[in-house]
């Protein structure tokens, strides 16, 4: 999948339209990134969209990701000047609130100046799937929002009572409208930000298996019991379609079934903790 994607529905530039009427009325902004694609995943545009609106960073998922490697991240986008955390969900909830809380504190002092005592209001902003509805209930505690592993779910803005002096904002997932970096791209389709309904999923999971390969070639082997570690593309899926079953009529390899299981099997952590990308590749 070398060539750029470019998918940006009606229904996300509504969104765009809806999250810039919502900014003036919000204290701060909850951006949500994957532990595991740290640049990728975050959407570029955000930056002038959100303006001077103080933000925290939060890397998801770092119970999917290499913790060395979310370490480094942390230190890079602190090094940014970009506070930010690392989630975990059953874990460091006070703390994530508190930042949150930081962040609105001189907004909510200059309410208060003028008479007006009211919760803190943040937005919460990333691209799809990368679990904002997920945190929002989390923070919540609560099931107060739709949570599905695909994007799209979220279509409208919707406003949550996280703690008595806390709302926040769940919105949609937002992408750019033109993807012009490739490796970018490609990784978003890995963990499902864009459906996989408009990207080729066999040459998707060959990318994939490729980019294992050179990371975490032992975990692969170890997952689908790889006696053959110089194996890649189709031959490498073909034979993890033979290890697995994934047989048609006739004894042929059922390749698609095959791709959907690696795909399947990355989202879901089974290869185990794995960071696609450093910050040491954006020099």
Same mark, same amino acid.
């Not at 709302?167 to 997932?173: A, S």
């Not at 490609?186 to 298996?209: C, F, G, N, P």
């Given at each position: 999948?070398? #060539?750029?994607?470019?998918?940006?529905?009606?229904?996300?530039?509504?969104?765009?339209?809806?999250?810039? *009427?919502?900014?003036?009325?919000?204290?701060?902004?909850?951006?949500?990134? *994957?532990?595991?694609?740290?640049?990728?995943?975050?959407?570029?545009?955000?930056?002038?969209?959100?303006?001077?609106?103080?933000?925290?960073?939060?890397?998801?998922?770092? *119970?999917? =990701?290499?913790?060395?490697?979310?370490?480094?991240?942390?230190?890079?986008?602190?090094?940014?000047?970009?506070?930010?955390?690392?989630?975990?969900?059953?874990?460091?909830? #006070?703390?994530?609130?508190?930042?949150?809380?930081?962040?609105?504190?001189?907004?909510? =002092?200059?309410?208060?100046?003028?008479?007006?005592?009211?919760?803190?209001?943040?937005?919460?902003?990333?691209?799809?799937?990368?679990?904002?509805?997920?945190?929002?209930?989390?923070?919540?505690?609560?099931?107060?929002?739709?949570? $599905?592993d695909r994007p799209g779910v979220t279509?409208?803005?919707?406003?949550? $009572?996280?703690?008595?002096?806390?709302?926040?904002?769940?919105?949609?997932?937002?992408?750019?409208?033109?993807?012009?970096?490739?490796?970018?791209?490609?990784?978003?389709?890995?963990?499902?930000?864009?459906?996989?309904?408009?990207?080729?999923?066999?040459?998707?999971?060959?990318?994939?298996?490729?980019?294992?390969?050179?990371?975490?070639?032992?975990?692969?082997?170890?997952?689908?019991?790889?006696?053959?570690?110089?194996?890649?593309?189709?031959?490498?899926?073909?034979?993890?379609?033979?290890?697995?079953?994934?047989?048609?009529?006739?004894?042929?390899?059922?390749?698609?079934?095959? =791709?959907?299981?690696?795909? *399947?099997?990355?989202?879901?952590?089974?290869?185990?903790?794995?960071?696609?990308?450093?910050?040491?590749?954006?020099?």
């Open positions: 999948m070398q #060539q750029s994607i470019s998918w940006f529905p009606g229904h996300m530039a509504k969104a765009r339209r809806l999250l810039m *009427d919502q900014l003036k009325r919000i204290d701060a902004v909850i951006e949500i990134c *994957d532990a595991r694609l740290p640049l990728s995943s975050r959407n570029p545009d955000l930056d002038a969209l959100v303006n001077n609106k103080p933000r925290v960073l939060l890397l998801n998922k770092t *119970d999917l =990701a290499d913790p060395a490697a979310t370490k480094k991240w942390l230190q890079y986008f602190e090094q940014q000047g970009l506070p930010c955390l690392g989630v975990e969900m059953g874990k460091r909830k #006070q703390s994530i609130l508190n930042a949150i809380v930081k962040l609105t504190e001189e907004r909510l =002092a200059r309410s208060l100046k003028k008479g007006i005592n009211r919760s803190a209001r943040a937005m919460v902003l990333g691209v799809p799937n990368v679990g904002k509805s997920t945190l929002i209930n989390y923070l919540a505690g609560r099931s107060a929002l739709k949570v $599905q279509r409208a803005p919707q406003w949550i $009572q996280a703690s008595p002096g806390l709302e926040l904002l769940d919105t949609p997932g937002l992408l750019w409208p033109k993807m012009h970096d490739p490796v970018a791209a490609r990784r978003l389709t890995y963990i499902a930000a864009v459906r996989d309904e408009v990207v080729d999923i066999y040459h998707l999971s060959l990318s994939l298996l490729e980019e294992l390969m050179a990371l975490a070639p032992s975990n692969l082997a170890q997952r689908y019991n790889l006696a053959n570690l110089d194996l890649r593309g189709q031959a490498l899926l073909e034979q993890i379609c033979r290890n697995r079953g994934f047989l048609l009529k006739g004894g042929e390899t059922d390749l698609e079934r095959g =791709a959907v299981c690696v795909l *399947d099997e990355f989202r879901s952590g089974k290869f185990g903790r794995i960071t696609l990308e450093m910050p040491e590749d954006n020099n």
